[in-house]
């Protein structure tokens, strides 16, 4: 089932064309992976499909609803959550509280019930708390709830935007670069967490330099290069690809090294 499309999407920046016009088709429940060599616009799409960028051109259609050039919060609404490729957690709050915070936009709030203290709001609050501890546990933070963010070790800061993101219950989960920084046991949790997400129906947007991860969970693979679509397909096609092939190393042979598909800083 379709679940999200983006047509015609374009994005420059001066005069570079960061994308150029491209469409993407997102199924409910798949592992969609972004993929692409240095400057190929992996960043930017990410960013245009979470309303960081507002397009030039182009749609991104979701639940019968157009999307583009709205606020980011309309994203996060209809069902979009995202993390970053740089950590931007609340390092002066507790990983449950960073939770909560996500978990705050599907709560019904008023300001009468938030000044009254009202009984409804304390149950509403005490579900939060709940929810927000059991998604620390899905990630694998069971016993971090009341340590700062700030004294986390980075690869459970990667698992506690994750779970913040979750907490917002999206349909779609945006992941950039998840892995990057992590070492090659920290990978391997984060390729069997991801995993875990797409089976309980989580959409899955993938965006990652480490093509061992990419090849291990993706069900499709979008390949760009210089902003526009090069190719699409099973992990096992992309990889045969002779397009694919050149635009990462320009040889015959059919290996995708990690390190030459590290995207450049983006714009």
Known sequence: MTLMTASGLAKSFGGVHAIAGI???FHA?????VIGPNGAGKTSLINMLSGVYRPDRGSILMAGQDLAGQPTHRFAMAGIARTFQNLQVFFNMTALENVMTGRH???????????????ALARAEAECRTASRELLRLVGLAG?????????PYGALKRLEIARALATAPAVLLLDEPAAGLN???AREIDALIQRLAETGTTIVLVEHNMALVMEVSDH???????????EGTPAQ?????????????????????DEAAEAAHA
Request: negative net charge; glycine residues 6%.
């Open 105 to 119: 936009l599907r709560e019904p709030c008023s300001l009468f019930s938030a000044l009254l203290r009202t009984p």
């Open 29 to 33: 429940g798949l592992i969609h992976s």
């Open 144 to 152: 971090w709830e009341d340590t700062s963010a700030g004294a986390m």
């Open 184 to 186: 090659a046991t920290e």
């Open 221 to 231: 693979v979008f390949v760009l290069d210089h902003g526009r679509k090069l190719a």
């Open 238 to 258: 992309v990889a045969a690809d002779p397009r694919v092939i050149e635009a990462y190393l320009g040889t015959d042979t059919a290996t995708l090294d990690e």
């Open 23 to 25: 469409d993407l088709v």
